[in-house]
């Protein structure tokens, strides 16, 4: 493909992806497609010579989207919003079509400066406290944007070991590093997202999974409890994550309660997870779920959910970038260059070393929606919420079974009295099952409280009251039909 073809095919691809965006309710949300499907219908070997770009996209469209669930879809109900606003569309495209790689600063300076920026302006934007702040008057912290919420979680816990072992290594010089490692442990809620378990896996250190409240919150003195058990036992606690907005119920951890608990042990670092709640502290009236955040050694949340920003778009803030990066740092002469000393080389912020300009995309956000146009989404996002939630209270055949403070509704169909709760559960299982086989709306479930439950989460980026009633109408529909139905 040449330029002047270039030209014209990414002219057509927008309007292919308008034609889609706008044609989308048309689609079934799910596919209706088995494992494998695309392995029939495509060639078994790569094509020996070029093909015509027409030909592509037609199978674009005959085979590729046929297997493709429509997460922008109005009847798209699952998991967390997956931002795809326009503008960041387009920064992504501009991203790739610079195809800078800017793993530091000098192998492309406006990839970091733009990126140190933007995160300043969104962690002021937010709320966190100055400490987190790159550009700030002494300030040894600042932001990072890294490909998902669990990397981020990741490179946190990695810096923590680190900072961990070189503490016992102090107090032990003579003991060896592998044997310090055995030692140490990490804490987390049962509520926590599980990457935060496969981070302890990778990091190969041990942890322990605490119970939270009966409203999905881990509690201070729960915490407080475990760590004392565990130093006495000879463990070192070195890390514990919470989370603000847990991906089963949208639950908050007490970090009011947490911090001072945390700093009572030497060294242990307190990371903060808000991947989806995050955005809705750009709203003043969220912004309380951050109290107790100026405990926090590092702090991640996702545009890509809840901020319109399309993937990958996941944010790291630490109050002290030297303590990541020390533990992140490999340094041969061929990255090295004559500011490394004074300017910021993302590559030992993270894991991999190349890295997209994925702050342009932020920036065209930001600069096309102001703070007020992402407020004024959060918003919709919360009151539809909160319009589903009462739809549901209506109905005396369902249950609400979270606290809904932003855009998740868990919910479940009561059972009768003499149902047990494991039938309870088979009941808003067999709901599920057969909501999301028809293809008219897709939901996922999860345990709260140990029960099977629903989740409704507002996802689609243009939600009306309209959209939410509609769905609400789907749900009872097949609610009647499974209690009443000639099945029952
Ligand atoms: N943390 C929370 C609270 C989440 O809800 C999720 C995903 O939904 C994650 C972490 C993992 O996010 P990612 O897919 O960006 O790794």
Same mark, same amino acid.
């Given at each position: 493909?040449?330029?002047?073809?270039?030209?014209?095919?990414?002219?057509?691809?927008?309007?292919?992806?308008?034609?889609?965006?706008?044609?989308?309710?048309?689609?079934?949300?799910?596919?209706?497609? &088995?494992? @494998?499907?695309?392995?029939?219908?495509?060639? /078994?070997?790569?094509?020996?010579?070029?093909?015509?770009?027409?030909?592509?996209?037609?199978?674009?469209?005959?085979k590729i989207m046929p297997g493709v669930t429509h997460w922008q879809h #109005?009847?798209?109900?699952?998991?967390?919003?997956?931002?795809?606003?326009? #503008?960041?569309?387009?920064?992504?495209?501009?991203?790739?079509?610079?195809? !800078?790689?800017?793993?530091?600063?000098?192998? +492309? #300076?406006?990839?970091?400066?733009?990126?140190?920026?933007?995160?300043?302006?969104?962690?002021?934007?937010?709320?966190?406290?100055?400490?987190?702040?790159?550009?700030?008057?002494? +300030?040894?912290?600042?932001?990072?944007?890294?490909? /998902?919420?669990? =990397?981020?979680?990741?490179? +946190?816990?990695?810096?923590?070991?680190?900072?961990?072992?070189?503490?016992?290594?102090?107090?032990?010089?003579?003991?060896?590093?592998?044997?310090?490692?055995?030692?140490?442990?990490?804490?987390?809620?049962?509520?926590?997202?599980?990457?935060?378990?496969?981070?302890?896996?990778?990091?190969? %250190?041990?942890?322990?999974?605490?119970?939270?409240?009966?409203?999905?919150?881990?509690?201070?003195?729960?915490?407080?409890?475990?760590?004392?058990?565990?130093?006495?036992?000879?463990?070192?606690?070195?890390?514990?994550?919470?989370?603000? @907005?847990?991906?089963?119920?949208?639950?908050?951890?007490?970090?009011?309660?947490?911090?001072?608990?945390?700093?009572?042990?030497?060294?242990?670092?307190?990371?903060?997870? *808000?991947?989806?709640?995050?955005?809705?502290?750009?709203?003043? &009236?969220?912004?309380?779920?951050? *109290?107790?955040?100026?405990?926090?050694? +590092?702090?991640?949340?996702?545009?890509?959910?809840?901020?319109?920003?399309?993937?990958?778009?996941?944010?790291?803030?630490?109050?002290?970038?030297?303590?990541?990066?020390?533990?992140? $740092? %490999?340094?041969?002469?061929?990255?090295?260059?004559?500011?490394?000393?004074?300017?910021?080389?993302?590559?030992?912020?993270?894991?991999?070393? /190349?890295?997209?300009?994925?702050?342009?995309?932020?920036?065209?956000?930001?600069?096309?929606?102001?703070?007020?146009?992402?407020?004024?989404?959060?918003?919709?996002? !919360?009151?539809?919420?909160?319009?589903?939630?009462?739809?549901?209270?209506?109905?005396?055949?369902?249950?609400?079974?979270?606290?809904?403070?932003?855009?998740? $509704?868990?919910?479940?169909?009561?059972?009768?009295?003499?149902?047990?709760? =494991?039938?309870?559960?088979?009941?808003?299982?067999?709901?599920?099952?057969?909501?999301?086989?028809?293809?008219?709306?897709?939901?996922?479930?999860?345990?709260?409280?140990?029960?099977?439950?629903?989740?409704?989460?507002?996802?689609?980026?243009?939600?009306?009251?309209?959209?939410?009633?509609?769905?609400?109408?789907?749900?009872?529909?097949?609610?009647?039909?499974?209690?009443?139905?000639?099945?029952?």
């Amino acid at each position: 493909m040449d330029v002047e073809e270039f030209r014209v095919r990414g002219k057509e691809m927008v309007d292919y992806i308008c034609t889609y965006m706008t044609t989308i309710r048309s689609r079934r949300v799910t596919p209706s497609v &088995e494992p @494998g499907y695309l392995r029939a219908a495509l060639p /078994s070997e790569a094509p020996e010579y070029p093909e015509s770009w027409d030909d592509v996209m037609c199978d674009v469209e005959n085979k590729i989207m046929p297997g493709v669930t429509h997460w922008q879809h #109005p009847r798209f109900h699952a998991y967390f919003p997956s931002g795809n606003a326009y #503008p960041s569309i387009l920064g992504d495209m501009l991203s790739a079509g610079i195809g !800078c790689i800017g793993f530091s600063w000098a192998a +492309s #300076p406006a990839c970091t400066e733009l990126e140190i920026i933007i995160l300043d302006w969104l962690g002021k934007a937010i709320g966190l406290p100055p400490a987190f702040l790159a550009l700030e008057e002494g +300030s040894k912290g600042g932001g990072v944007i890294e490909g /998902s919420a669990s =990397e981020c979680v990741l490179v +946190s816990m990695l810096a923590a070991r680190a900072n961990g072992i070189k503490r016992l290594k102090h107090q032990f010089p003579t003991v060896d590093e592998g044997l310090l490692l055995t030692k140490l442990i990490a804490y987390c809620s049962k509520e926590a997202h599980s990457c935060v378990e496969k981070a302890a896996m990778i990091s190969f %250190v041990k942890m322990r999974i605490l119970q939270p409240d009966e409203n999905g919150s881990l509690r201070g003195e729960t915490l407080k409890q475990a760590m004392e058990e565990d130093e006495e036992a000879g463990l070192v606690p070195f890390f514990v994550a919470t989370t603000l @907005g847990t991906t089963a119920c949208c639950s908050f951890d007490n970090l009011t309660e947490i911090g001072p608990v945390v700093r009572k042990f030497p060294c242990v670092w307190l990371h903060v997870d *808000a991947a989806y709640a995050g955005s809705a502290f750009l709203c003043p &009236e969220h912004k309380y779920h951050l *109290a107790g955040v100026e405990y926090a050694d +590092s702090f991640n949340t996702n545009p890509n959910k809840l901020m319109l920003t399309n993937f990958d778009c996941s944010l790291l803030w630490v109050t002290n970038r030297y303590l990541l990066t020390s533990a992140l $740092v %490999v340094d041969p002469l061929y990255l090295q260059h004559c500011y490394d000393h004074t300017a910021i080389d993302y590559r030992h912020w993270g894991v991999p070393l /190349s890295r997209r300009f994925r702050s342009l995309k932020l920036w065209f956000m930001l600069r096309s929606y102001g703070i007020t146009g992402l407020q004024k989404y959060v918003r919709r996002h !919360c009151e539809l919420a909160k319009y589903f939630e009462q739809l549901v209270k209506k109905d005396e055949r369902f249950e609400i079974c979270n606290q809904v403070k932003l855009g998740l $509704v868990c919910f479940r169909l009561l059972g009768g009295p003499e149902e047990t709760p =494991e039938q309870v559960d088979e009941l808003n299982k067999k709901l599920l099952t057969n909501i999301n086989a028809s293809g008219k709306m897709h939901m996922v479930p999860a345990s709260v409280r140990d029960r099977y439950v629903i989740r409704f989460c507002v996802v689609y980026q243009h939600a009306s009251r309209e959209d939410i009633e509609i769905a609400w109408d789907i749900i009872t529909e097949f609610a009647t039909e499974l209690l009443e139905g000639p099945d029952k």
